[in-house]
């Protein structure tokens, strides 16, 4: 799972192209197992239609979370993210300043790894295939 938005300039993209490549190297039986999860920071411009093209691009398996502003923010403080908006020229060109994490969520529910945006590839992978093979230690 990762928190995002569609308008971010990097680290959305970065990290949706990574989380692709990964899914694209598992073996076809682990692909449908690994789900990405992306849910907005900005619900004000990210409805269901733009967020779900937006993950699609990466993956057509990817799946894009968006809802209510209050119940994005029990999602939010369970997960301890952070959100700001960055003011812009004009009202609707604003940036959202937020958290980087990456969580992989263990089949039986549990957070098993967390990973910062700017982690190599290969070791969130790693731990995606530890996971997808029923491992949980590192």
Known sequence: MYFGYTHCTDTCPLTLSELAHIRRTLPPSDRSRFVVAFVTVDPARDDRARLGAYVRAFDPHFVGLTGSKASLARVYDAYRIWSQRLPGQNAA????????????????GSIGARHAWRDAPAAIGADVKR???GRSER
């Open 93 to 108: 060109a604003y940036l959202e300043a937020h958290s980087g994490t990456l969580y992989l969520i263990a089949p039986d």
């Open 131 to 133: 996971f997808l093979n």
